[in-house]
């Protein structure tokens, strides 16, 4: 059977290749999408024409019938540097007109994948989802995951949730709880288990609670890339050098956080590491000692490589640096997605 996917909050296509590398038999009959950069990157390599969520009746999505429904949406509302207002965030009003729909289809999806940031658990707009799936008679399990469990460098802990509607059963039997592990996945270990009162915050503790290896950074980056645009330039090493999260092609981690305006960096220069401590110490030769260090940016293909997306996935010639970076950056990691499609479809077989 071909399942017919609905792509809500389509951005670059995340969820796109993640049903194609979890091998779904799959025809994705629309994606939807506010974002006019993303949705020039997604028309670039799906050739997909993309519509606005609110703009379409209940009737249109009972009629198209899709078996499938994934959403990313807007993380704003969530985040820690936002406000956290929730369903009262005028970015949460499409993400509301989609459960308001859910109830009054008669064609409902057979499953549904929603993702979001830490926090979207803790709001309010999370119970309206929760509320709107059991009215709608849908079985549901929420996980709070990080690509650090696939041994992927990166630090990216996101909320999901899975729903089947029934009588369609999961594999496992749904818990009351937030899962930090996809059940039955080849590549994850279920050390990962927490319950909904202690979900998982604190990465470090969730790697030295397994024994899943890391891989190196090296791994992810571009050997051939021209590395002139990426170079850290000298008024971000002034002024923002003391908090750098510096790595190195052999880390096992990259870390996704931003401090002052600035992310992880990379140092090339892998045997300069005592000009770290003196730039530290001293300012009239700073930028001097910080050179040495040869510090850069990951360029976008990297990025896109830690984040799962294929070879095939590309950039059109119209796109900004800086926009490449901000579609990234909402974007999905396709390899983790991936994990949970393979088991939003294995059913209970002792039922």
């Known amino acids: 059977m071909t399942l017919r996917v609905l792509e809500f909050y389509s951005g670059i296509g995340g969820m796109h290749y993640a049903a194609e590398l979890a091998e779904w038999n799959h025809e994705i009959l ?136 029934k009588p369609l059963t999961f594999a496992l039997n749904p818990t009351n709880s937030i899962l930090g592990y996809v059940p039955f996945s080849a590549h994850m270990s279920s050390e990962f288990v927490d319950s909904r009162t202690r979900v998982i915050s604190n990465e470090e503790q969730l790697i030295e609670r397994t024994s899943v290896e890391i891989e190196p950074l090296s791994n992810y980056l571009d050997p051939l890339a021209d590395i002139t645009p990426y170079i850290v330039p000298d008024k971000v090493l002034a002024k923002h050098s003391h908090v750098f999260d510096i790595v190195k092609p052999d880390s096992r981690r990259r870390y996704s956080h931003y401090a002052e305006a600035t992310g992880s960096v990379l140092q090339m220069n892998t045997d300069a590491d005592a000009a770290i401590a003196k730039a530290n110490g001293e300012t009239e030769n700073q930028l001097d000692l910080l050179h040495t260090l040869q510090l850069r940016y990951f360029a976008p293909r990297e990025v896109a490589n830690l984040m799962g997306f294929p070879k095939s996935f590309t950039f059109p010639d119209t796109s900004s640096l800086k926009q490449r970076y901000r579609t990234l950056g909402n974007s999905i990691n396709v390899r983790l997605v991936s994990e949970l499609m393979r088991y939003l479809l294995k059913e209970n077989t002792t039922v």
């Open 30 to 165: 629309k994606a939807f999408d506010i974002n006019t950069v993303a949705n020039e990157i997604y028309r670039h390599n799906f050739g997909a024409k993309l519509r606005l969520i609110e703009t379409l009746s209940i009737e249109y999505y009972s009629d198209i019938a899709a078996d499938v429904w994934t959403m990313s949406p807007p993380c704003q509302p969530y985040t820690r540097i936002g406000l956290k207002q929730g369903s009262q965030d005028g970015r949460a009003k499409s993400f509301l007109h989609l459960l308001d729909v859910l109830k009054g289809m008669k064609n409902r999806p057979k499953y549904i994948l929603v993702e979001n940031v830490k926090g979207f658990e803790e709001s309010d707009s999370r119970d309206m989802l929760v509320d709107t799936l059991g009215q709608c008679d849908y079985a549901f399990q929420e996980f709070m995951l990080t690509p650090l469990q696939l041994g992927i460098p990166n630090s990216r802990m996101r909320y999901y949730l899975l729903a089947k509607l």
